[in-house]
């Protein structure tokens, strides 16, 4: 069964230093979405990703952050300075549709801490 | 207000027994779609369930039914013949046809199974 894959899964980097979170989504999916999970929170929408640009994005993310579809396969976050509050898990997803009857398929997370 | 409501932050269930794991949800989309994750200690996102708004029957996924009641915007998810595997976070989702229909997460469930 296609799945979306990330990598790393786990990462630990120092406070203020630049990190990039990779996915590689499933292939013929069009729709693609970052969500965050902090240790025992909610998951939380970070940002879809449709057509090569942003379709929405929540608060949480804000100018230190960034996606990019660099080539045909990945899909990527970028998190320029991060913060200790920035440690989370982090969660990609892709859908083919963006229609609400459809359902989207989940990375396994990178578990992202932030010393 | 809350769109998704996950009122059991922690539920015990002896093995082979059924659970029901409730949430409620808010919306004034008439298109919608209701998702069940589990979580488990390793902390990937497994996807259990789907039921869309315009489904007139209950979801069914082997031992994982959804008892979707629209009038009263409930969508409890009931396991059957629980294992012991199954012991994990389960999280409620929503997601509306509005905008670009990202995925808003309830608080989710703890469920512990006992032999």
């Known amino acids: 069964e296609p799945e979306v894959t990330q990598t790393p899964s786990h990462q630990v980097t120092q406070m203020g230093q630049e990190v990039i979170l990779r996915c590689v989504p499933i292939?013929?999916?069009?729709?693609f979405y970052w969500y965050r999970q902090i240790l025992g929170q909610k998951v939380e929408f970070l940002v879809s990703?449709?057509?090569?640009?942003?379709?929405?994005k929540s608060e949480i993310f804000d100018d230190q952050f960034s996606v990019e579809r660099p080539d045909g396969s990945n899909f990527t976050l970028k998190i320029r300075s991060t913060k200790l509050e920035d440690s989370a898990m982090y969660f990609c997803?892709?859908?083919?549709?963006?229609?609400?009857?459809?359902?989207?398929?989940f990375g396994s997370g990178t578990r992202l801490t932030v010393v | 207000a809350q769109k998704i409501t996950q009122t059991q932050p922690g539920m015990f269930v002896q093995e082979k027994e059924a659970v029901t794991l409730d949430c409620t949800y808010d919306?004034?989309?008439?298109?919608?779609?209701l998702f069940w994750y589990k979580q488990p200690s390793s902390g990937e996102m497994i996807f259990l369930i789907y039921?869309?708004?315009?489904?007139?029957q209950n979801a069914t996924e082997g031992r994982y039914s959804l008892n979707f009641q629209k009038a009263r915007k409930s969508a409890n998810l009931v396991i059957s013949a629980s294992q012991l595997g199954d012991s994990a976070m389960y999280f409620c989702?929503?997601?509306?046809?509005?905008?670009?229909?990202?995925?808003?997460f309830g608080k989710g469930t703890m469920l512990l199974v006992s032999p």
């Open positions: 989702a929503m997601r509306e046809d509005s905008g670009y229909s990202t995925l808003t």
């Open positions: 997803a892709s859908g083919i549709t963006g229609r609400a009857n459809y359902g989207y398929t």
């Open positions: 039921q869309g708004s315009y489904d007139e």
């Open positions: 292939s013929n999916h069009l729709y």
């Open positions: 919306t004034s989309d008439q298109s919608y779609g």
């Open positions: 990703f449709y057509n090569n640009e942003i379709s929405e």
